[in-house]
């Protein structure tokens, strides 16, 4: 049903979108040549604003309110960035006030990070803070990685799938509904992102903003739900470790691009094509052969961690710091060979 429901807005936002002219505007890293518009994340708001106020009518969630406030407030500072723009220090503001919007509800005690860098137990005020960087550092980093055809959808489908199954697998159903619902609207957005010029459409950041602030909350629900000693059941022994495995590509992205800028003594926010999806493009991939690697490194990344989970906390630690060192490393040399391989096409080597 949410395939079908985005399908049928999606091809009214489209016809609107191509009318009205209005594209996405193009810059030195775009990836397309031809007039797009990015307004894929309008049909995915009207699924997921659909799911969440069916949940409310029928009372299973109290927390769904402060999620359905705080998707409201980015869809539409989203929607303003696609049609007219928006500044940065605006878009963060915002994001700051989503996150805080959400772990104020009551429903919201995380006590504990799994023992992830020896934390324990920890002060109730604790969690406001890092609640609030964790949902503002994944909005941000998942809308990073909205830059080639597929790549944004196909993250967040294989987050959402991993997801759904351990709700579904702890009785969670309410959650497992969610997760399925945004599978269904992000396929469907999939088959316009992939489409041809002239039935194509990015996502934009009315959806970037909104699935990477779900994704957020659902890591966050996932570390809340996580006993201090996991017992027999679907409980990854650290929540915290679990979720960096699902969401390596936002978050090792964004973090590697942020160490890369500051080293060359720019500001962290400043735009460039050091994405790990620019340095495949500039190797001579296709947009679904970058897709393609970069999601098999997220499924090797969350098969690595349940093959490890049963060894321990350190086992799980090591393999979490060796996997993020390895992708850097791999991406040091192939930047490096993407250089290469642009200064021989300039001088007409290739």
Known sequence: MAFLVNHFFSKKALLIALRKRLFAEKSNRSSHEDPTPAFGGVSIFIVVMITLLLVIGAGFDNAIGFTLASCFILFLTGLKDDLIGTSARTKFLVQILAAFLFVVNPDFALGHL??????????????????????????????????????????????????????????????????????????????????????????????????????????????????????????????VLFVLSVLIIPILDTARIIVIRLKNGQKPWHADRSHMHHVLLDLGYTHKEATARLIGLQVLSIGGYWAVDGIGNVALHGFIIALYFSVVALFVVLKQRAENRSGAVEFGYI
């Open 114 to 239: 799994s023992g992830f860098l020896g934390i324990g137990l920890m002060d109730p005020n604790w969690t406001y803070l890092i609640g609030m960087v964790f949902i503002v550092s994944l909005v941000n980093a998942f809308n990073l990685i909205d830059g080639i055809d597929g790549l944004s959808g196909m993250t967040a489908i294989v987050g959402f799938s991993v997801f759904g199954v351990y709700f579904f697998l702890n009785d969670h159903y309410v959650y497992t509904i969610f997760c399925v619902t945004l599978i269904g609207a992000l396929a469907s957005f999939l088959t316009f992102n992939f489409a041809k010029p002239g039935g194509k459409m990015f996502m934009g950041d009315t959806g970037a903003l909104v699935i990477g602030f779900l994704l957020a909350v659902f890591a966050l629900r996932i570390a809340e739900l996580q006993p201090l000693k996991p017992f027999e059941g679907f409980f990854p022994k650290n929540a």
